[in-house]
């Protein structure tokens, strides 16, 4: 899966950062409007921290990568105690996420935040890789910034990521398509983020991966651009202090055992072929 290939390969262009005690976040975070929970998708350490992170805080909305708008109004109090119901509800076996039992301590440890989807469905990728980033986002692109063009070094360096995180076994004239959807999906996120400060005052959390938590990429940038007087802090998490991008605070956690991601990308060995 993709997001396996992101979380083994991630690390390689990764240089280590501070590592910041749950306490020494929960105390900086406090005094945000919005907090940014990053995570290596497939690690359970990623979602224990956040849950906690999560209880500590209580906030009144939390926004979810993992959801769409249409998915996170079908989460019901009542079903949030019931962990296997919830997953049915969501269709989250058909999802592609990990196993739903590692996220759903986040939904038990505020049970009463609004709950907000900021997910691209795949057709809207699609047809945003085919009409366009900004065409797909709607009247607000330009205030987002999907009108304009990334600068050059900074377009390179995600492609190269892209590449990185796909085995090199993408076409390469696919890596500029794909850069475009991550910033339709950091936009999304952002988006969200607001309706939900809107709906409730916040504060807000948001559950969502690294890539789209990061202060130099992701989300941050977006808000700043649409809401600079809202105060955002992000959290980075890494495994054995390897991370990519720039976060307020990083936690760390062991690397989950994982298969090679780059397997299914090879050809099989023929026959007798050591």
């Not at 196993?99 to 809207?124: C, N, S, T, W």
């Not at 007087?229 to 307020?248: H, L, P, R, T």
């Amino acid at each position: 899966m993709k997001f396996v290939i992101a979380a083994a390969l991630f690390a390689l262009a990764a240089a280590p950062l501070r590592a910041a005690s749950l306490d020494q976040v929960v105390s900086a975070a406090a005094r945000a409007d919005v907090v940014i929970l990053g995570e290596v998708h497939d690690n359970p350490a990623h979602h224990t921290y956040q849950a906690q992170l999560v209880e500590m805080l209580q906030p009144s909305a939390v926004v979810w990568e993992m959801l769409t708008g249409v998915e996170a109004q079908m989460v019901d109090l009542a079903l949030i105690p019931e962990c296997d119901k919830l997953a049915d509800q969501l269709g989250w076996a058909q999802s592609g996420w990990p196993d739903f039992a590692m996220y759903h301590p986040i939904f038990l440890a505020a049970p009463k935040a609004r709950i907000f989807g900021a997910m691209v469905p795949r057709q809207e990728a699609k047809r945003a890789m085919e009409g366009g980033v900004a065409a797909a986002f709607g009247a607000d692109a330009a205030a987002y910034g999907l009108t304009a063009p990334l600068p050059k070094a900074e377009q390179t360096s995600r492609e190269e990521l892209q590449q990185l995180v796909h085995c090199n076994a993408l076409p390469p004239e696919m890596l500029a398509p794909m850069v475009e959807i991550q910033r339709l999906r950091d936009a999304a996120l952002a988006r969200a983020v607001i309706d939900a400060l809107q709906a409730t005052g916040g504060p807000v959390v948001v559950i969502t991966g690294n890539g789209h938590a990061r202060k130099d990429w992701g989300i941050p940038l977006y808000l700043k651009r649409v809401r600079p007087e809202v105060k955002v802090f992000a959290v980075g998490q890494s495994e054995n202090e390897q991370i990519a991008g720039e976060f307020d605070a990083v936690l760390d956690s062991k690397p989950v055992e994982r298969d090679d991601p780059c397997d299914r990308f090879r050809a099989p060995t023929p026959e007798g072929v050591e």
